[in-house]
């Protein structure tokens, strides 16, 4: 298993990294805080290539396509040329079931 560095650990091994850059004459610029990597004057820094492309002028209407959609849901029901014959269930005066029949 992976042994994962403590915050101290990664501070000093920073530390050690940069005294050795000083040392071989590196320099380090301070920058003021508050002071932003894009120039606002040329407009030019960090651009999001996704959002600065050029724009679709027009959208697609697909109000036809959806209305075909809709008519293919609600097909009217064929109506049979033979109607099957139905039972019915009759009732006594009393609200009793009585006996079934046959309907057309």
Known sequence: MKVLN??????????????????KGGSIKEVPSGVSGADAVSGKGHQTVLFNGPRQPSRTDLSQVAATIDARKHKPKRQRLNPRPQRKLLY?????PLRWVWQE
């Open 6 to 23: 403590s915050k101290e650990q990664q501070r000093h091994r920073l530390e050690r990294d940069m005294q050795r850059f000083l040392e």
């Open 92 to 96: 006594d005066d009393f609200g009793e």
